[in-house]
Nanobody, 125 residues
Framework: QTQLVESGGGLVQAGGSLRLSCSASGSTFDDYVIGWFRQAPGKEREGVSGLANSDGSTYYADSVKGRFTMSRDNTRTTVYLQMNSLKPEDTAVYYC??????????????????WGQGTQVTVSS
């Protein structure tokens, strides 16, 4: 089973940038769908971005569109989430997730059964 490891979180001031990475340990993402999710304290986990490795298409939640960019490396072992113009409301634990059964990008966390441990992103005002 694919194991996911996130990194790149941290503390940044509003307007700043961070780049998160999600690596597939011991395997590749092949043609899997990869999703980035986040969960703030007291809130439900929400989908932020998704990438369909089959064709490289990316999708974004309205709240991050134009500020976040998801990409992958050529080896299909790592995906990235470049986060620009960060806002305090972006503060959350960010997770990457995948599921080999998915054939389309979904923002429903229940559709994913393989998750990383999460990385904290804190944006100060």
């Amino acid at each position: 089973q694919t194991q996911l490891v996130e990194s790149g979180g941290g503390l940044v001031q509003a307007g700043g940038s961070l780049r998160l990475s999600c690596s597939a340990s011991g395997s590749t993402f092949d043609d899997y769908v990869i999703g980035w999710f986040r969960q703030a304290p007291g809130k439900e986990r929400e989908g932020v971005s998704g990438l369909a490795n089959s064709d490289g298409s990316t999708y974004y939640a309205d709240s991050v569109k134009g500020r976040f960019t998801m990409s992958r490396d050529n080896t299909r072992t790592t995906v990235y989430l470049q986060m620009n113009s960060l806002k305090p409301e972006d503060t959350a634990v960010y997770y990457c997730a995948t599921d080999p059964r998915l054939r389309y990008v979904s923002f429903d966390p229940l559709d994913y059964h393989c998750w990383g441990q999460g990385t904290q992103v804190t944006v100060s005002s």
